[in-house]
């Protein structure tokens, strides 16, 4: 096996892209499909300058979803949500960087939780912030466009910047995943997978989609022809 080969990616769709009036239905019919976890993005108008949805919410999508829930916090002072976030149904919970004074803190509080420890880093942020933390993160997701709406247009100089996550992650012998959330379709997401991305976070392209388990299965197959193409280099 070529050492250096790329992982087929996880896949998360975004649930901000469904349709909130059937959110039950929505969930449901992702269960058998491609989608690795669900994507749940919480703000609090005030981190982003928008309101989306919280605990009650995660709840009710937790009763029917068979997928792990990957909850991405954009709002300010998170600590003090984490506990209830982790009893309303989330696996995963990333604060972001920008909201955290003490985010060593932060992430030790949602280990003990006993979720997976993500930080999220907005466009502007250079990874190399993280350096000192790496290695006791479990996920680093880095927004490819700026959080707070659903819908834009993916930021290019993400590519460069998940390069040199990969590096700095290697270099400090750090397993966390890198998640990508932001404008990812299928024109980008090759790019993604061979500049180190282990996570896709699609809202639009899948929701917007005429079929969204049908688009999961080509973002799947798509996705796994190409890494498995990079095993025969
Ligand atoms: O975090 C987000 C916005 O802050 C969304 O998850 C993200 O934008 C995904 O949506 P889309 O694929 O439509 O860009």
Known sequence: MNPTRRMAPLLAPSLLAADFGNLQSETE??????????????????FVP????????????????????????MIEEPQNYLAAF?????????????ACTHLHRVVQQIKQLGCR???????????WVLE??????DLVLVM??????GGQTFIPNTLRK?????????????????????????DNAGALVEAGA?????????????????????MRQQLTALTESGDQD
């Open 50 to 73: 928008n309101i989306s949805f919280g605990i009650p919410v995660l709840q009710a999508v937790h009763r029917h979803a068979k997928q792990p829930i990957d909850v991405h916090l």
């Open 29 to 46: 019919r992702l269960a058998d499909s491609a989608a690795d976890w669900l994507h749940f993005d919480v703000m609090d108008g005030r």
């Open 198 to 218: 282990d996570v896709l976070v699609a809202g639009s392209f899948v929701f917007n989609s005429a079929d969204p388990v049908a688009t999961l299965a080509e």
């Open 117 to 127: 420890a993500g930080v999220a880093l907005n466009p502007h942020t250079p990874v």
């Open 162 to 186: 998940v390069a040199a996550l990969k590096e700095l992650l290697v270099d400090s012998g750090s397993q966390a995943l890198i998640e990508i959330d932001g404008g990812v379709t299928l």
């Open 144 to 149: 490819s466009v700026n959080p707070g709406f």
């Open 86 to 98: 982790r009893d309303a149904g989330a696996t995963n919970l990333t604060v972001h960087y920008e």
């Open 132 to 137: 000192d933390i790496a290695a006791d993160l």
